[in-house]
């Protein structure tokens, strides 16, 4: 009920996950639902629950639909190669260039998938914030507009 209640919203201008169940369907439900809002302004996934391919396939309709969208940040999620690939896709698909800021805060990313990363968000000349603290590119890393 709550990616229901998420996707008919017009008032919600910020979302933190912080868990989600491990059941697949409720986690397609609760990201169905992300997916169909348009009023989200800052979005953090905070959790180490998988939220699937199916979950970052939603990410990216919510990205390529959503034109309020200033703020996207993963927070602890194990992240990995794979998951880099999926993140850069959704990104790729963010047409509304309102994107002002964007983490990846201790999510076990590596270079590799890093750099998968930052090909897309060279997609968002727009991007002010770039935060990569505590993964395993090599260092603690903040930047500014570096990447450009």
């Known amino acids: 009920w709550l990616g229901y209640f998420i996707g008919r919203s017009e008032v919600i201008e910020a979302l933190e996950v912080q868990y989600l169940s491990e059941e697949g369907e409720q986690v397609d439900a609760f990201m169905r639902g992300v997916a169909c809002n348009q009023s989200i302004k800052k979005l953090t996934i905070r959790t180490r629950t998988d939220i699937g391919d199916q979950g970052y396939e939603r990410l990216g309709y919510f990205l390529r639909n959503n034109n309020a969208l200033t703020h996207l940040r993963f927070v602890n999620c194990h992240v990995g190669r794979d998951r880099a690939h999926y993140i850069a896709m959704a990104i790729e698909q963010c047409r509304n260039n309102s994107l002002i800021?964007?983490?990846?805060?201790?999510s076990n990313v590596s270079t590799e998938g890093l750099a998968e990363i930052a090909t897309a968000l060279s997609s968002q000349p727009q991007l002010e914030d770039l935060y990569l603290g505590?993964?395993?590119?090599?260092r603690w890393l903040r930047s500014t507009r570096e990447y450009a």
């Open 134 to 138: 505590r993964n395993n590119i090599g």
């Open 101 to 106: 800021r964007f983490d990846l805060d201790n």
